[in-house]
T-cell receptor, first 112, second 112 residues
Framework: IAGITQAPTSQILAAGRRMTLRCTQDMRHNAMYWYRQDLGLGLRLIHYSNTAGTTGKGEVPDGYSVSRANTDDFPLTLASAVPSQTSVYFC???????????FGNGTRLTVT | KQEVTQIPAALSVPEGENLVLNCSFTDSAIYNLQWFRQDPGKGLTSLLLIQSSQREQTSGRLNASLDKSSGRSTLYIAASQPGDSATYLCAVDGSGNTPLVFGKGTRLSVIA
């Protein structure tokens, strides 16, 4: 089934540890996005990529990095996790700006 | 900076009722507007996408309208069912390759 796969589904992480959240899509979409969703704050954009080889900063990029080596994969790395990064992380993609946005099922991350 | 507001934050209706969810945005220079549904513990699912040149889009019991000049969109759900219970989010696309800006959503409960 075509779509977006995120891994892991959930993770408990000690503060200070490094963590990479994985995101893979098989729809050959050009643009990919990472959002975090927090109660009361809604969805906030962390980083995005309009096409392979390019990335951009969103609303809350500090403490996170991304890469887009190919069309399908868009990993999100937390270099040194802090408790404020406890959240649900969603990866999304779309073919172009006039196409519907598709979401993965999310990664629930707890930083202790 | 584009801001998207959804009122009310939560809504409870009896089964069979027709209902309207509201979305407003501050900058009318948009390319499109999308409505999404999110079930608990899941990612978002795109319901309807309205291009800036369109006034409305329909899918089954759902009808979304767009009034760019007033910065408003509505999602009309006809003959609501308990299965419609979910959080509904709207998002606007401000320009070609910039990411969508999301509202915080309306949590809908349809009571059997």
């Amino acid at each position: 089934i075509a779509g977006i796969t995120q891994a892991p589904t959930s993770q408990i992480l000690a503060a200070g540890r490094r963590m990479t959240l994985r995101c893979t899509q098989d729809m050959r979409h050009n643009a990919m996005y990472w959002y975090r969703q927090d109660l009361g704050l809604g969805l906030r954009l962390i980083h995005y990529s309009n096409t392979a080889g390019t990335t951009g900063k969103g609303e809350v990029p500090d403490g996170y990095s991304v890469s887009r080596a190919n069309t399908d994969d868009f990993p999100l790395t937390l270099a040194s996790a802090v408790p404020s990064q406890t959240s649900v992380y969603f990866c999304a993609s779309r073919r172009n700006y006039n196409s519907p946005l598709h979401f993965g099922n999310g990664t629930r991350l707890t930083v202790t | 900076k584009q801001e998207v507001t959804q009122i009310p934050a939560a809504l409870s209706v009896p089964e069979g009722e027709n209902l309207v969810l509201n979305c407003s945005f501050t900058d009318s220079a948009i390319y499109n507007l999308q409505w999404f549904r999110q079930d608990p513990g899941k990612g978002l699912t795109s319901l309807l996408l309205i291009q800036s040149s369109q006034r409305e889009q329909t899918s089954g019991r759902l009808n979304a309208s767009l009034d760019k000049s007033s910065g408003r969109s509505t999602l009309y759900i006809a003959a609501s069912q308990p299965g419609d219970s979910a959080t509904y989010l709207c998002a606007v696309d401000g320009s070609g390759n910039t990411p969508l800006v999301f509202g915080k959503g309306t949590r809908l409960s349809v009571i059997a």
